[in-house]
């Protein structure tokens, strides 16, 4: 049962990267549940009635908004703060994009692309991703943390040790997270809210999807936390798993130079098997796909292996 | 039903390192089903006797013996041979070491360390670590791969395009792999048996234990295959996830720095809250806690995350 909210943030109360000058939208007691309406990452530019000239045009001025700050009183710098991830209340309206310059493939897909997505805002059932497939959802927050010591403004788009864009596809619905206080009062914010994504987020969006976020936030007095940290109350990847896997690997002496290889190598079998464009493909892994080190050990070469669900032609 | 074998290759066919001049152990038709009888990743040198002093004293010329190598006939460049993971049949015996200067924290545990694993052999029933938890299992094989063009001795350390060391804890039973051939035949081996370890295998060794493999070897024709590639037949993480995870963080511009601080972090969780040493946690972590790439877009910042899965302290 979702916990009752003391208090609603509404999706006016957005900025746009951090900065522990900002004056609270909100100062709670710890324990206090909060709903936030969170605007997609594209602050409101893409829309359901947008087209891939739209993509190119992007105001990145205005991306990625996250909703608050919070002030959680008696929040220090060496707390930490607990965040039970209650609930998300989705939209039913998503886009993936393929952003010039921006993603792990960049170099290898220079135009814009776009798919809108549209699923079931109550049943969350596999949302289409035109004749090719359906992707299993899981809503989960994409951006999540505190602000940082450092005064100014910092860019939105890096995570950090406080959190941030972290685009961490677990942190779903159970999931508590533990992000180390760096501020009086913490300066919590959330936003950049994704309908589904795979680990790597590799294309650089997910279904990216404007929704309301249930938290209930929580302080653990000098928790000596350095980086953010979380417990998932039960399996992680079930509503992928079920079919099993097509995996590609990228072996040498770069983890980097690996996971390119071993998602530009998916592309080329999703599109010699499933009759894909390779930007279909490319925006289709981001959004299911996974990236996992197998090895990391075996001197100088190590494994990255890209996985990919079946499932999702089912 | 496993498949009924035509052929045994006995465990003193075996080589160290890869050398397309090396004499077939075996020559066989595609399709033919062969059983692999597989030595530990020492050759030997541990056995239920051992103890960390024998660590400190291994030949490392003998370690990681791989069994073959098999001839394919009609295998030549370019294309890829086909192996059906058929089963294992595993020792009950096993050992997880800390090699000095081996391993993803090398630099923070320079002492050698040794745990001597009991397992059923039957029914694979997860594995005492000590009374601090037990381990499921899941067998598969570290080593498996051709030979490469290229002549003359090659350590069997590193994997490469062709396989070899590659220590992809899914190759379990029931798995398709596909490796690029490179010289005529093929000239297949198999190896460094485990018979559970997490994605990464960060401490360098897992349940290393001896057993028998077999394997369908089969021939794809001008597969035009750049590295190795496998499809599972179904989930890969059951055995591991029904608790949830606890999962640690490394945020930062460097991926294998990102590795190393998500998997120091959860030694220190796993020694704050377990009552384990550093080392213990360590090589806890290396037989069942997964590396996995959160997020590799946001620049200049990547998540890497460790998944430790609590049913092992259940």
């Known amino acids: 049962m979702p916990a009752t909210t003391g208090h609603t943030i509404h999706g006016d109360h957005h900025h746009h990267g951090w900065d522990n000058a900002l004056a609270p939208a909100l100062t709670v ?10 605007l997609d990452a594209s602050g409101g530019q893409l829309t359901a009635a947008s087209t891939v000239a739209d993509v190119a045009v992007m105001d990145f001025g205005k991306v990625n ?3 608050g700050p919070v002030f959680i009183d008696g929040a220090e710098p060496g707390d930490a703060v607990k965040i039970a991830i209650e609930s998300f209340a989705p939209s039913g309206f998503g886009w993936t994009a393929n952003i010039p310059g921006f ?14 997505w549209s699923y079931d805002k109550i049943s969350l059932a596999p949302a289409a ?9 899981k809503p989960f927050a994409g951006t999540i943390g505190l602000a940082l010591a450092e005064p100014g403004l910092h ?14 596809r677990d942190l779903s619905a159970g999931v508590t997270l533990y992000l180390p206080v760096e501020v009086a009062g913490g300066l919590f914010s959330v936003g950049d809210t994704h309908a589904a994504q795979g680990d790597g987020e590799i294309c650089g969006t997910a279904i990216e999807s ?6 209930t936030l929580d302080l653990v007095k000098d928790a000596g936390l350095a980086s953010p940290r979380f417990t998932t109350p039960g399996p992680v990847t079930r509503h992928l798993d079920a079919a099993g896997y097509d995996v590609t690997t990228g072996v040498g ?3 980097m130079t690996g996971a390119r290889e071993a998602v530009a190598r998916m592309i080329d079998l999703l599109t010699a098997t499933r009759g894909m464009t390779p930007v279909d493909a490319y925006m289709l892994c981001s959004v299911c ?3 996992r080190i197998s090895e990391i050990v075996d001197v100088p070469n190590w494994v990255v292996s890209f996985y990919f669900p079946r499932v999702v032609f089912n």
């Open 253 to 255: 002496p770069d983890l």
């Open 29 to 38: 007691a710890p324990g206090s549940t909060i709903e936030f309406e969170c």
């Open 210 to 215: 404007p929704m309301s976020v249930t938290l």
């Open 289 to 291: 796909g996974d990236l």
């Open 129 to 137: 991703f035109s004749s090719h497939a359906c992707v299993p959802l």
């Open 65 to 67: 908004p996250v909703t």
């Open 103 to 116: 993603g792990l493939l960049a170099d290898q897909f220079p135009d814009p692309a776009l798919h809108l």
């Open 155 to 168: 860019s939105v788009v890096p995570p950090r040790r406080v959190g941030g864009n972290l685009d961490i």
